[in-house]
Nanobody, 131 residues
Framework: DVQLQASGGGLVQAGGSLRLSCKAS????????IGWFRQAPGKEREGLSC????????YYADSVKGRFTTSSYNAENTVYLQINGLKPEDTAVYYC????????????????????????WGRGTQVTVSS
């Protein structure tokens, strides 16, 4: 069975940092893309970043460039999302999602940051930023 497990959320003061983890298991695709999303109460789910497993290609939403960094997959198929300079408006449930990747995924012009582009989702992890 395929599984995605997101973790690492918590309560942080504004200006602090967090590193979220997403462990992917059971996927047998030739290439895999992991996307990070977040959803604040009453808002749409927002795409933040994506990364491909084969060549580590990344793409970020303009709203998070410079503060969010997605790392390459490690040997345990875990991808990290480093968030620096946390703001109260970053408070949300953060999700990771997975999809079979092609050469267009996460290249900035193709798929990667939209919810409907992913078929596999993990449970979210809550991030709360206090002011």
């Amino acid at each position: 069975d395929v599984q995605l497990q997101a973790s690492g959320g918590g309560l942080v003061q504004a200006g602090g940092s967090l590193r979220l983890s997403c462990k992917a298991s059971g996927f047998t695709f030739d290439d895999l893309a992991i996307g990070w999303f977040r959803q604040a109460p009453g808002k749409e789910r927002e795409g933040l970043s994506c990364i491909t497993r084969k060549d580590g290609r990344t793409y970020y939403a303009d709203s998070v460039k410079g503060r969010f960094t997605t790392s390459s997959y490690n040997a345990e198929n875990t991808v990290y999302l480093q968030i620096n300079g946390l703001k109260p408006e970053d408070t949300a449930v953060y999700y990771c999602a997975a999809e079979r990747a092609d050469n267009y995924f996460c290249n900035g012009y193709g798929p990667g940051l939209r919810r409907f582009e992913y078929d596999y989702w993990g449970r979210g992890t809550q991030v709360t930023v206090s002011s």
